[in-house]
């Protein structure tokens, strides 16, 4: 027997959301993607002055065969995600500048309610 899954419907009640991604790079990518990132593609984001968009962070590690970069994106509401991702928000929005240093990329990205925020 097949079963199909629902979509689970997540509720946000109006509260901050964090969108988390995951992209990884060759290590002789690494600071090529990080400089893209940091002059062009968040500098983009900001200056598409999305409402409810409240900033961006971007951490690395180095791995065993490649290099890890998430991005953690904060939005007052889901609503503002899907001002700047579409109508399906998970889907992960990668521009193919990037794509062309990345060697695999989350396809979807994750969204959680943020419960507590002490910065």
Not at 45 to 64: A, D, M, S, T, W
């Amino acid at each position: 027997m097949f079963y199909r899954k629902k979509r689970l419907q997540v509720k946000y009640n109006n509260r901050m959301v964090c969108r988390i991604w995951h992209g990884y790079t060759a290590f002789g990518n690494a600071d090529a993607y990080e400089k893209l990132l940091k002059e062009e593609i968040f500098v983009h984001i900001r200056n598409r002055e999305i409402k409810g968009f409240k900033g961006i962070q971007l951490l690395k590690r180095p791995r065993k065969k490649e290099v890890e970069f998430i991005t953690l994106m904060w939005f007052d509401s889901i609503t503002s995600v899907k001002e700047f991702a579409g109508e399906d928000f998970a889907q992960a929005v990668v521009p193919d500048k990037a794509r062309k240093l990345l060697v695999r990329f989350d396809k979807r990205s994750s969204h959680y309610e943020v419960l507590t925020h002490d910065m």
